[in-house]
Structures are given as C-alpha cells and as structure tokens.
C-alpha cells in the first residue's frame, strides 16, 4: 500500500475538521494552503484548494493563495535595523539572515521530511501490526463464533441426548414391564401345555388300551366265528356222511320201498334245503368275518372310541348253524348233492 492513499485521506480528515472550526470560506482557504505548504509539503494551487474545500467560486482560492505567497515572501525577508548601521550593511546584513533562516528552513524541512517518512514508516508498520491484530482478531472471533456454535450445537444435542435417554429409560421400563407380563403369560401357557400333553398322553394311553381291549374282544369274536364255521363244517361232513349212508340204504331197498319213494324224495328235498341254508350261513359267516377284519383295520387307523359288537352277528350265525336237520328216511337212491368241503371253505376263510 502506497503513502499517497494515507495522505489524501488525512488531508481529507484535516479539511473536515478546518471546515468545522473556520466557517468563513476565505479564512478556510488560508488555512487549506498553510496545511498543504507546511504539513503536507504539498504546493499548493487554486485547482487543488477548491477540489478540498469546494466552497465560494474558482476566484476565491486564486485570490486567498495569491495572498499566501505574498505573506510568505514578507515573512521570509529578514530587515535589520539599526540606526548607526549603513543602508547597504543592513540590507546585505538582512540578506544574509534570510539566507541563514532559508537554509535552516531547509535543512529543518528535510530533517521534517526524514522525520515524516519515519513516522509513516511507523504508521505504516502500525497500520499493518493493527491489521494482522484486525485479521488475528477476526479469526479469533469466527473460531470463537464456531465454537460457541458448536458449544450450542453440543449443548442441544446433549439436551437431545437427556431427552432420549429419558424416553429410552422410559420405554425400557415399558418393555421390560411388558417382558416381565408376557414371561408370566408364557410361564403359564407352558403349563398349560404340559398340562394338555399330560391330558393327551392319558387320554391317547386310554385310547391305546380300549383298541388293545377291543381287539382283544375282535380277535375273541373271530375265534368264536372260527369254531362256529368249524361246528358248522363237522354238522355238514356228518350230515353229508348220513345222506351218502341213507343213499347206500336206498340203494339197497331201493326194490323194497318203492311205496316211499314220494316220503323219500319229499325228506331228500328238505335235505338240500338244509343243505343250501347250512351253505348260505356258511357264507354269511364268512362275510361276517371279512367285515370283522376291516372294522378292526379301520379302528386301528382312526383310533376309533367304540367298537361295534359282534356278538348279536355271531349269536345269529350260531343259531342258524345249529338249527336242528331232519333225518332222511329211507327213500330211494337221489343224485349226489354237490356242496363245497369244509377244508375248501377254511381255504376261502384264510385267503
């Protein structure tokens, strides 16, 4: 930075407040040529005072500075006087003075000069000590701003922080109330369940212990059928045992009993009867049997609580088979009866 923007805005500073103390525009015009000729060193010029004081027209500076170097030269001239002194060493005395004074003014100018630009030197290391200071101080009030932003930053979330722990204190009481019910609401969900599994594993042996009893009582039922089938099988061999003994009979008094031959084929008649009934309640047992078996399959799939009795089947098939036969006479010899043998019909049971 040069010394000319300091010094105009001085000069400025110092016109200012001459127009404050001088209100009289030619009074200000002197005293603005004083200021520029002997603080400033600058010469003055009626374009340069009427640029500073901008007051009364363009013939008012030209006048005042006219006057000013009129009164400089005045003032600048040395007269000596004495009365016994000669005009002439007098005049050449003054001369010599006002060439002393000049001298020293200048010499007292440059030593002002050398002085001035010292102080500006120190103005100007002042200047910049006290814009570094500026500088130093503006980066310490921004980092003194950014942190007491991060303090209210730090301060807020803080605030922030209580507040949610608060909240999160808050909700984990809740859970843990909430926790503490649910456990008791499982504890006993869990008995209830083992109290259900006991129940179950009761009521399943209970189940278990009716189907063993059930099929004892199926497979006590199919060995009564059993041996009814076989009493019925042992009925039919001895009845057809007599029929083939009253067939040999006849046979042999076939010539002799002639007369009963109508009584003869009247019982055989029956006989076959008899013997398609004893065939049928043969097969009805059978049936009854195969029914039987799948009852009890189908228990044992479905673990069924009930078993139907079979003893009213049973009882029926047995008082059929043992419904006494009529006894053949003796008629003529009849055709052979075909009827299935008892191993064949326990062959049709097994398969």
């Known amino acids: 930075m ?40 600058i010469t003055p010029t009626a374009n340069r005072l009427y640029q500073l004081v901008k007051r ?3 013939s008012t500076p030209t006048q005042v500075l006219g006057e000013f170097w009129t009164e400089l030269r005045e003032k600048s001239r040395v007269r000596i006087e004495h009365p016994d002194l000669p005009a002439d060493l007098g005049a050449a005395a003054g001369e010599l003075v006002a060439t002393l004074w000049t001298r020293a ?6 030593a002002l000069d050398a002085l001035r630009d010292e102080v500006e030197a120190q103005r100007a290391e002042a200047q910049q000590a006290v814009a570094a200071a500026r500088d130093e101080l503006a980066r ?51 008995r209830e369940i083992v109290a259900v599994r006991e129940g179950f594993s009761r009521d399943l042996e209970k189940l278990r212990e009716a189907a063993e009893r059930a099929e004892e009582r199926l497979r006590a039922a199919e060995k009564r059928a ?7 099988r042992g ?46 309640r043969l097969d009805a047992v059978q049936a009854t049997n195969a029914t039987l078996q799948e009852q009890l399959a189908a228990r044992r799939e479905a673990d069924a609580h009930e078993i139907r009795p079979v003893r ?18 003796p008629p003529r ?9 008892g191993k064949t019909a326990a062959r049709r049971k097994r398969g």
Do not use: W
Request: a positive charge; glycine letters at 4%; one cysteine or more.
């Open 140 to 190: 310490v009030e921004t980092a003194l701003e950014q942190r007491t932003a991060a303090l209210l930053a730090a301060q807020v979330e803080v605030r922030n922080l209580d507040k949610a722990q608060t909240e999160g204190h808050a909700q984990r009481q809740a859970l843990e109330a909430e926790l503490g019910r649910r456990s008791t609401a499982l504890a006993a969900r869990d």
């Open 235 to 280: 009925a039919v061999a001895k009845l057809q045992k007599e029929l083939e003994e009253a067939t040999r009979r006849a046979d042999r008094k076939d010539a002799d009993h002639r007369r009963s031959l109508e009584t003869m084929q009247a019982q055989l008649g029956d006989a076959r009867h008899q013997m398609g009934v004893l065939q049928g």
């Open 2 to 41: 040069s010394d000319a923007f300091p010094d105009e805005t001085r000069l400025a500073a110092e016109i200012e407040r001459l127009k404050a103390e001088f209100p009289k525009t030619r009074e200000l015009y002197r005293e603005a040529c004083a200021l520029l000729f002997f603080r400033f060193g």
């Open 105 to 110: 003014s200048a010499s007292a100018g440059t």
């Open 226 to 232: 059993l041996l009814e089938i076989d009493r019925e």
């Open 312 to 329: 009213a089947k049973a009882a029926t098939a047995r008082t059929t088979a043992t419904r006494p036969a009529r006894t053949p006479g």
């Open 56 to 58: 009364g027209s363009m």
């Open 333 to 341: 010899k009849a055709p052979a009866v075909s009827m299935p043998s």
